[in-house]
């Protein structure tokens, strides 16, 4: 039997692509940057998988192109930039790398947290650039504690809870917003459910982990900068476009909030004169929480075992449009 076609569009770790390689037709993307649509569009054409990342754009566009194509598997929790309403549609398995991130997130959200709070990159820059004259000095770089302060999760799903785990261990009060109630949240933590609006008024710190989606474009915007404590910071390290950057902006500018911790922009990469990155009291970086090299060589992996499941003709185990079974059974694809 023929092996199935597999593009990648770029080069995922070893432990992911060996397998990919071993089991499917492979063509990968080698260069660092993405490829271009026309580019994923034109090797959609003749493929039954596709390997995306969440900076490749697959929509209506893509699937149209692409009569034989089966699988997208996402290297990544999030799948925002995949049109999964027009997938199902079309009988096309949409599959993620969920859980084995959290961990390595939810470490990322507090790198951000205590590196602004503490002005980590600050205090860096000024002892490079010789800017420490004086020994010591009791007004020098003062920063905000986090021992004890309150902490407001924003989505309490996986990472959110990681994230509230760690809070417990810095004797923090825990607030979370979410659609649904965490129960376990709850009693193992004594979090407490709030809506957005009180969590935002009371909290020392708010971390957002909310997936993307129309609810959540913008539920921070300048109304809401507007409830938090002049002395509180802003942390994302979920979808840029959650935050409404230019609003976000204005209120660091006018001191109505204390600082931010940002992993993620509205557009990425975020241009360089992006007015975020003048101000000293944002801590930035591109996009990489789950940057770890043990997580991203487990996201391949789950990435190669959701292909391996399908084409053997099982569900794959991180299949997020499960409704799609019903409109192509597994059955009548291989
Ligand atoms: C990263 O942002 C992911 O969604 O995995």
Do not use: C
């Not at 959200?109 to 004259?133: H, I």
């Not at 507007?226 to 409404?244: C, E, H, Q, S, W």
Request: charged share 30%; hydrophobic share 45%.
């Amino acid at each position: 039997m023929q092996k199935p076609k597999v593009y990648v569009t770029r080069e995922i770790p070893e432990r992911g692509l060996k397998i990919i390689k071993e089991r499917f037709e492979t063509e990968v993307w080698s260069e660092y940057a993405p490829p271009p649509k026309n580019v994923i569009i034109e090797k959609a054409r003749n493929v039954d998988a596709l390997v995306s990342l969440l900076s490749d754009k697959i929509d209506a566009e893509v699937f149209d192109a692409a009569p034989k194509l089966k699988i997208v598997s996402q290297l990544a929790v999030g799948f925002d930039n995949i049109d999964v309403t027009e997938a199902t549609k079309r009988g096309i398995y949409i599959t993620n790398t969920p859980g084995v991130l959290t961990e390595t997130t939810a470490d990322f959200a507090w790198a951000l947290l205590m590196a602004v709070a503490r002005r980590v990159v600050e205090a860096d820059k000024y002892v490079r650039t010789g800017q420490w004259k004086v020994g010591w000095h009791p007004s020098m770089l003062l920063g905000r504690d986090i021992y004890g302060a309150t902490i407001g999760i924003v989505g309490a799903g996986r990472i959110g809870q990681a994230v509230a785990r760690r809070a417990k261990g810095f004797n923090m009060k825990i607030l979370y917003y979410d659609v649904i109630s965490r129960t376990e949240l709850e009693k193992e933590l004594g979090a407490k459910r709030v809506d957005l609006d009180t969590l935002l008024r009371e909290s020392d710190f708010v971390s957002i982990h909310v997936p993307l989606m129309k609810e959540t474009h913008h539920l921070i915007n300048a109304e809401k900068l507007k409830l938090m404590k002049k002395t509180a910071y802003l942390i994302n390290n979920a979808r840029g476009p959650v935050v409404d950057e230019k609003a976000l902006y204005e209120a660091l500018e006018e001191g109505k909030i204390a600082g931010a911790g940002l992993d993620v922009f509205e557009k990425e990469p975020t241009p360089a004169d992006n007015p975020l990155l003048k101000l000293d009291n944002v801590v930035v970086a591109p996009h990489i929480s789950s940057a770890s090299h043990e997580t991203r060589s487990k996201m391949a992996e789950m990435v190669a075992e959701n292909l391996v499941a399908f084409f053997e003709g099982r569900q794959p185990p991180n299949l997020v449009n499960p409704e799609v079974m019903k409109v192509k059974p597994l059955s009548k694809i291989i």
